[in-house]
C-alpha cells in the first residue's frame, strides 16, 4: 500500500467516518511529532539554526498547518490505519477458523444424520467455507 492511499482504503471495519479518524490520528502524530522536535531542540547540539527555524514554524496546532504539513502527519496516520486492519483482518481469519473446529466437533466425521440433521450440517459447512473464501479473497 502506497503512502496516497486514501483513508477509506485502510479504515478498519466499523468506522463511520474514516476523515475524521483519519485527522484524529494525524493530529496525534503532530503533536508526538512536536514532543519529539521539542526535546530535541532542548537536548542535542549539533542541529541548525535553520532547521530549528523550519521546526518552530510547525510547532503550531494541528489546525493551523498548511495542507501540505498535514498530508506529512497523514501518511503516518494511513500507517497506523492500515496495521489496524491487517490486525481486524487477522482476527476474522482466526474466527473462522475457530468456528471451522468447533463445527468439526459439533458434526463428527463417521456420523450418520437423519435428513434434517444432515441439511443442517452442509449449510453450516456451507456458509464456513464462504466466509472463508472472502476473507481469504480480501487479504490476497
Known amino acids: 500500500m ?19 479518524l483519519l485527522e484524529r490520528l494525524a493530529e496525534l502524530e503532530h503533536q508526538q511529532w512536536w514532543k519529539w522536535a521539542e526535546n530535541l531542540m532542548n537536548t542535542e547540539t549539533h ?8 521546526w518552530k514554524d510547525s510547532m ?4 493551523q498547518l498548511t495542507e501540505e504539513n498535514k498530508e506529512h502527519d497523514r501518511i503516518w496516520a494511513r500507517k497506523v490505519l492500515e496495521i489496524v486492519r491487517s490486525n481486524e483482518e487477522l482476527c476474522a481469519l482466526e474466527s473462522a477458523g475457530r468456528d ?3 463445527w468439526d466437533k459439533k458434526y463428527p466425521k463417521g456420523t450418520i444424520y ?5 441439511t443442517k450440517c452442509e449449510a453450516e459447512l456451507t456458509a464456513l467455507v464462504e466466509r472463508f473464501r472472502k476473507l481469504l479473497a480480501h487479504n490476497v
Open 2 to 20: 502506497t503512502e496516497e492511499t486514501k483513508a477509506a482504503d485502510v479504515a478498519p471495519a466499523g468506522v463511520s467516518d474514516s476523515t475524521q
Open 47 to 54: 542541529i541548525s539554526n535553520e532547521r530549528i527555524a523550519r
Open 60 to 63: 503550531v496546532p494541528y489546525s
Open 100 to 102: 471451522l473446529l468447533a
Open 114 to 118: 437423519n435428513h434434517g440433521e444432515h
